[in-house]
C-alpha cells in the first residue's frame, strides 16, 4: 500500500509539473476588463490550441505597465512568460525614469505586433473649435491658454498632446488626468476644452452626440467616429501619425526557434477574420506584424517619444 502510494504521489507531482511547465502565462499591465486585457484574454483563448498548451492571463496593473514589465523580463526565457505590451513600459518608461528595474531595449525580444489603439483629439458637441485650425489659431493667439485633458502625465494621451503642440508650433495647457473617465467627464462639463484620448474612449459619446473629434492621429479614416480627417490632412503637418501599439514581448534570451513558433502562432490569430471584428468593438484595430516589424515600430516609438519629452521638458512623477 505504501509503495503504491508513493508511486501515485510520484506520479501525481509529475503531472503537476508537466502542467506547470506547458502553462504559458501572457501577463497583462492593466486591470482586468480593459480593452488590453480583453485583448490579451482573447489571444490566450484562440493561442491555446495552436501552442498545445494552456494559455492563461496574468494581470500585474500598476507604475504604468513597469511592474509587469519588469516580471517578465526576469522570467524563464522558455518562450511561455508573454508581455502584452504597449508604449508605456517600453518607449515611454526608459525616457522618464532613469531607475527602471529592466532595460527596455536589451531585456525583451519581440514576438508579434497584434493591434493599434488609434489617438483622437476630441471636443464636446457645444464647442466653438469646429476644426484643428480653429484650436491652433486661438493657441497662437492666447499661448497656453486653450486646455486639452490627458489620461494622466507622461502617458500616451499626454505625450501626444505635446507632440501636436510641438509640431504646430504653439503652447497648449495639459491638464492630466488619472484615467480617461475622469477626463472624459470634465470634457463634457466644459471644464476643459479638448481630450487626446483613444478611439475606444470617447466612441461612446461620439455615438450619442455628447463630442466630435476633430481629427485622429492615424494614416486612415476611422469610420466608427464619424470620418474625421487625420491630423496630417487637418494641419498639413508630417509626423503625426502615432501608433499606439500593443505588441507581444519575451525574455531576451527566449531561443530564436520558440520566439518564432509563438510569431507563427500569434499571426494565424492576428490575421483571422474573428479577430478584426472582436478588436473593432474595443475601439482597436488589427495590426498584425512579425518580430521585425514590432522592433521597428518600438525603435520609431522611442526615438519619437524621447524627442517630444526632452523638447517639452517633461518629468516623470
Known amino acids: 500500500m505504501k509503495k503504491h502510494l508513493l508511486g501515485l504521489a510520484l506520479a501525481t507531482a509529475a503531472a503537476v509539473s508537466a502542467h506547470a511547465q506547458t502553462t504559458t502565462r501572457i501577463v497583462v499591465p492593466f486591470a482586468p476588463g480593459g480593452a488590453q486585457d480583453v485583448i490579451g484574454r482573447f489571444l490566450a483563448e484562440k493561442l491555446a490550441p495552436k501552442l498545445g498548451n494552456t494559455v492563461i492571463v496574468e494581470n500585474k496593473a500598476g507604475a504604468g505597465g513597469v511592474i509587469a514589465a519588469d516580471a517578465v523580463a526576469k522570467a524563464a526565457p522558455d518562450g511561455h ?48 473649435f469646429k476644426t484643428v485650425a480653429d484650436v491652433l489659431k486661438e493657441a497662437k493667439a492666447n499661448p497656453g491658454k486653450v486646455s486639452y485633458a490627458s489620461t494622466g502625465n507622461g502617458t500616451i494621451s499626454h505625450l501626444t498632446g505635446e507632440l501636436l503642440a510641438q509640431t504646430a508650433g504653439v503652447q497648449l495647457l495639459h491638464v492630466p488626468y488619472r484615467g480617461a473617465a475622469p477626463a472624459v467627464t470634465d470634457l463634457l462639463g466644459g471644464q476643459v476644452a479638448m481630450i487626446v484620448t483613444s478611439s475606444a474612449s470617447i466612441d461612446p459619446m461620439v455615438e450619442d452626440g455628447r463630442a466630435r473629434v476633430l481629427a485622429t ?37 527566449t531561443p530564436a526557434a520558440m520566439v518564432e513558433k509563438l510569431s507563427a502562432a500569434i499571426n ?46 517633461i518629468k516623470g512623477e
Not at 488589427?286 to 519629452?309: F, H, P, Q, T
Open 81 to 128: 512568460t508573454i508581455l502584452l505590451a504597449t508604449g508605456g513600459a517600453i518607449s515611454i518608461a526608459p525616457h522618464l525614469n532613469a531607475k527602471l528595474p529592466y532595460d527596455a531595449r536589451k531585456d525583451f525580444a519581440s514576438v508579434a505586433m497584434v493591434a493599434d489603439t488609434p489617438m483622437t483629439l476630441g471636443v464636446r458637441t457645444q464647442s466653438p
Open 217 to 253: 492621429f492615424t494614416k486612415g479614416k476611422l469610420a466608427n467616429l464619424k470620418n474625421p480627417p487625420t491630423m496630417a490632412e487637418a494641419t498639413g503637418f508630417k509626423g503625426l501619425e502615432v501608433p499606439v501599439w500593443v505588441g507581444l514581448l519575451v525574455p531576451s534570451k
Open 268 to 313: 494565424e490569430v492576428c490575421k483571422s477574420p474573428e479577430t478584426a471584428q472582436r478588436f473593432a468593438g474595443l475601439g482597436a484595430t488589427v495590426s498584425c506584424g512579425n518580430s521585425k516589424e514590432l522592433d521597428r515600430v518600438i525603435a520609431e516609438d522611442y526615438d519619437r517619444w524621447g524627442k517630444v519629452i526632452k523638447q517639452g521638458g
